[in-house]
């Protein structure tokens, strides 16, 4: 038997418990110890800083942040997802990119996570929502 239909392989995967409550909260501790830097939007021709357009604080962790467990359950979730997807995919090659939006900061415009930087290596994004829904607005 083939691959199935494009239409039957879903294109989301909600997995609410990937993090426990105790490690979102770590995760967070984490971002506050920064540095945070304020986050970028790519225009076409570079990044830069338009807060018009993005209002958030970020940071870029390596494999090695945190004793490295917060890779390895991100490369245990890609696999999950692929295997859903049905999609190869490896261990997570980038930095995790740690993103803070505070009251009233955005994201004014749909975008795509692949990047034009990785549109060729990048199959899955991957947001993690560390906060609890009822302390936000917004993130649809």
Known sequence: M??????????????????????CDMIVALGR??????AT?????????????RE???????RDIAGGWIHARLDTLFAAAAER???????LFEDVQFLRYGP???????HSDAGVDRL???RISLSV???EPGDYEGGV
């Open 85 to 91: 997807f049905e999609l190869a995919v490896d261990p």
């Open 56 to 62: 958030a604080e970020r940071c870029y962790w390596s």
């Open 41 to 53: 939007v790519y225009n076409g021709e570079r990044d830069h800083v338009d807060p018009r357009q």
């Open 120 to 122: 060729d290596q990048r």
């Open 2 to 23: 083939g691959r199935p239909p494009a239409a039957s392989v879903p294109t989301l995967l909600d997995l609410p418990d990937a993090f426990t409550a105790a490690e």
């Open 33 to 38: 110890g920064g540095p945070l830097e304020p």
């Open 104 to 110: 009233g900061a955005h994201f004014q415009s749909w």
């Open 129 to 131: 929502e560390l906060s």
